[in-house]
């Protein structure tokens, strides 16, 4: 099992434990944070989330934080 933080638009955190093979819509499901999307560790890129299917636990270090965002139209 792992550690991470979620971190929220509006500046909330949640600690979550994970277990091997959660996958990024399970985490948003578990948070009620549908239309969301999490973005990797550490990523500058406003483009670099997780899909919904990905497996989240192979990607991520034990106390990472991957930030929660709404999913933003393109070209607005």
């Known amino acids: 099992m792992k550690k991470i933080l979620i971190k929220r638009?509006?500046?909330?955190?949640?600690?979550?434990?994970?277990?091997?093979?959660?996958?990024?819509?399970?985490i948003l499901s578990h948070l009620n944070l549908q239309g969301y999307r999490l973005r990797r560790p550490g990523s500058d890129d406003a483009e670099d989330y997780f899909a919904g299917d990905e497996n989240v636990y192979s990607q991520v270090e034990d106390g990472d934080a991957l930030k929660a965002t709404t999913e933003m139209p393109v070209g607005v």
């Open 9 to 26: 638009p509006a500046g909330e955190s949640e600690e979550l434990e994970i277990e091997p093979g959660t996958v990024a819509s399970e």
